[in-house]
């Protein structure tokens, strides 16, 4: 394939628009992708031409709008190169994909179990584990992060035992951008008996994704941070592991059979898809995985790597600006502060000149901790930027700088 044109930018719409004098330069992107015309359209045209319930309907409207469905759940399987579309499970995103998993576990881990998670993780990845953790009797351990953004490798070796049932980490940090050797620490979880839940909501937008070589067990992510609605995601998981997992939400379409005496359950993957789903959002998930399939995962990848390196020279030009997380491999999120400001009044005057950035802890507060920072300033990537995006970013930064700290 073609390396990717700067272009591309024609094919959202929102990227057209101006904040007050200034283009917008969107780099939130970590936070929520904005929509190609392919996945708008997708949406538009569930709505004027096939929208109806899904599954069990026997007229030509439901049979269109669950085909569509299906067909969107093929795709994912594809996109993450999953055995079977079995495994694939809709939900509203990596929080309620994790969450079901760890609801699950929490019936079946026994007291004295441990579960490691690191200290990079996003709060969506820790606080269902210690729910987990609180349901069951089992210890929560936690992998440290060194000054350089890097998962403890020496230590993650040592935290694992044979009480390790759970390792639940992050392919890419949403703070740091640190992409993690999954496949790696996959093997070593396995030694110990353990299961790998991995948060891919930071990994999909840039990176190829192929869970059987990863060899993780659980897989989730968010369609709205790589060009989908919001509202939907999935879930992948061992189709072994999953059978084994107590229901998480109950109502109809997850069921077999209904009687007051005994309720018996669907099939994978509906028995954990209670309800009505997010058709428009499966659809719209498809349409993207298509928009991303048509430029090439690894084209995206190459060139969100070469805006990254171009980021991380550019802006440690700028006197008293620190850069958290220096990763040899590093995707998608760039986080800094400057010596002396705080990041929310450093957010704010950037987004006075038209770049959109996202300030805070960034769902990360033990990181935030571990830095012995209330926050920081991210920038993040996607297909859509540009070398100007991260010119415009320096020339703000120094702009905001000169304006807080003269």
Same mark, same amino acid.
């Given at each position: 394939?073609?390396?990717?044109?700067?272009?591309?930018?024609?094919?959202?719409?929102?990227?057209?628009?101006?904040?007050?004098?200034?283009?917008?330069?969107?780099?939130?992107?970590?936070?929520?992708?904005?929509?190609?015309?392919?996945?708008?359209?997708?949406?538009?045209?569930?709505?004027?031409?096939?929208?109806?319930?899904?599954?069990?309907?026997?007229?030509?409207?439901?049979? !269109?709008?669950?085909?569509?469905?299906?067909?969107?759940?093929?795709?994912?399987?594809?996109?993450?190169?999953?055995?079977?579309?079995?495994?694939?499970?809709?939900?509203?995103?990596?929080?309620?994909?994790?969450?079901?998993?760890?609801?699950?576990? +929490?019936?079946?881990?026994?007291? +004295?179990?441990?579960?490691?998670?690191?200290?990079?993780?996003?709060?969506?990845?820790?606080?269902?584990?210690?729910?987990?953790?609180?349901?069951?009797?089992?210890?929560?351990?936690?992998?440290?992060?060194?000054? !350089?953004?890097?998962?403890?490798?020496?230590?993650?070796?040592?935290? *694992?035992?044979?009480?390790?049932?759970?390792?639940?980490?992050?392919?890419?940090?949403?703070?740091?951008?640190?992409?993690?050797?999954?496949?790696?620490?996959?093997?070593?979880?396995?030694?110990?008996?353990?299961?790998?839940?991995?948060?891919?909501?930071?990994?999909?937008?840039?990176?190829?994704?192929?869970?059987?070589?990863?060899?993780?067990?659980?897989?989730?992510?968010?369609?709205?941070?790589?060009?989908?609605?919001?509202?939907?995601?999935?879930?992948?998981?061992?189709?072994? *592991?999953?059978?084994?997992?107590?229901?998480? !939400?109950?109502?109809?379409?997850?069921?077999?059979?209904?009687? /007051?005496?005994?309720?018996?359950?669907?099939?994978?993957? /509906? =028995?954990?898809?209670?309800?009505?789903?997010?058709?428009?959002?499966?659809?719209?998930?498809?349409?993207?995985?298509?928009?991303?399939?048509?430029?090439?995962?690894?084209?995206?990848? !190459?060139?969100?790597?070469?805006?990254?390196?171009?980021?991380?020279?550019?802006?440690?030009?700028?006197? +008293?600006?620190?850069?958290?997380?220096?990763?040899?491999?590093?995707?998608?999120? &760039?986080? &800094?502060?400057?010596?002396?400001?705080?990041?929310?009044?450093?957010?704010?005057?950037?987004?006075?000149?038209?770049?959109?950035?996202?300030?805070?802890?960034?769902?990360?507060?033990?990181?935030?901790? =571990?830095?012995?920072?209330?926050?920081?300033?991210?920038?993040? *990537?996607?297909?859509?930027?540009? &070398?100007?995006?991260?010119?415009?970013? /320096?020339?703000?930064?120094?702009?905001?700088?000169?304006?807080? *700290? +003269?």
């Amino acid at each position: 394939m073609e390396p990717i044109q700067d272009n591309i930018r024609e094919r959202f719409p929102l990227l057209a628009r101006t904040l007050g004098a200034y283009p917008l330069t969107y780099l939130d992107n970590g936070a929520t992708t904005q929509k190609p015309e392919e996945v708008i359209c997708a949406v538009d045209r569930y709505y004027r031409y096939q929208n109806a319930n899904v599954h069990r309907g026997v007229h030509t409207l439901s049979q !269109q709008a669950t085909d569509a469905m299906e067909a969107a759940r093929e795709k994912v399987r594809g996109f993450l190169h999953a055995p079977s579309a079995r495994e694939i499970i809709f939900t509203r995103g990596t929080t309620e994909s994790i969450n079901l998993v760890a609801a699950g576990y +929490g019936h079946l881990l026994q007291p +004295g179990n441990e579960i490691l998670v690191s200290q990079m993780e996003h709060h969506s990845n820790i606080v269902p584990w210690q729910l987990a953790c609180a349901a069951s009797g089992a210890h929560l351990r936690v992998i440290p992060v060194t000054e !350089q953004g890097l998962l403890d490798e020496a230590a993650y070796r040592s935290l *694992l035992t044979p009480r390790t049932r759970i390792v639940a980490i992050a392919h890419v940090s949403n703070v740091l951008g640190t992409v993690n050797p999954i496949a790696e620490l996959t093997a070593l979880a396995h030694r110990a008996g353990a299961v790998v839940v991995v948060d891919g909501a930071q990994a999909v937008p840039h990176l190829p994704v192929d869970v059987q070589a990863l060899g993780c067990d659980f897989y989730a992510f968010s369609g709205h941070k790589m060009y989908a609605p919001t509202g939907i995601g999935a879930l992948w998981g061992r189709e072994s *592991l999953l059978e084994k997992l107590p229901v998480y !939400q109950g109502g109809g379409e997850m069921i077999g059979r209904v009687t /007051f005496e005994k309720t018996t359950y669907a099939d994978l993957p /509906f =028995r954990f898809e209670a309800g009505t789903p997010n058709i428009e959002g499966a659809i719209g998930l498809g349409a993207a995985i298509d928009f991303m399939d048509s430029l090439g995962r690894e084209q995206i990848h !190459q060139r969100e790597k070469q805006l990254m390196a171009y980021l991380h020279e550019k802006m440690s030009r700028i006197e +008293g600006l620190t850069i958290y997380g220096n990763a040899p491999e590093k995707s998608g999120a &760039f986080s &800094f502060n400057l010596r002396g400001a705080h990041p929310s009044d450093v957010g704010t005057l950037l987004d006075s000149q038209g770049v959109a950035v996202r300030t805070g802890h960034h769902c990360a507060e033990p990181l935030m901790d =571990r830095y012995g920072i209330p926050g920081t300033v991210r920038a993040s *990537l996607a297909v859509y930027n540009t &070398f100007q995006d991260i010119d415009r970013l /320096f020339e703000a930064t120094q702009k905001a700088r000169e304006m807080l *700290l +003269g």
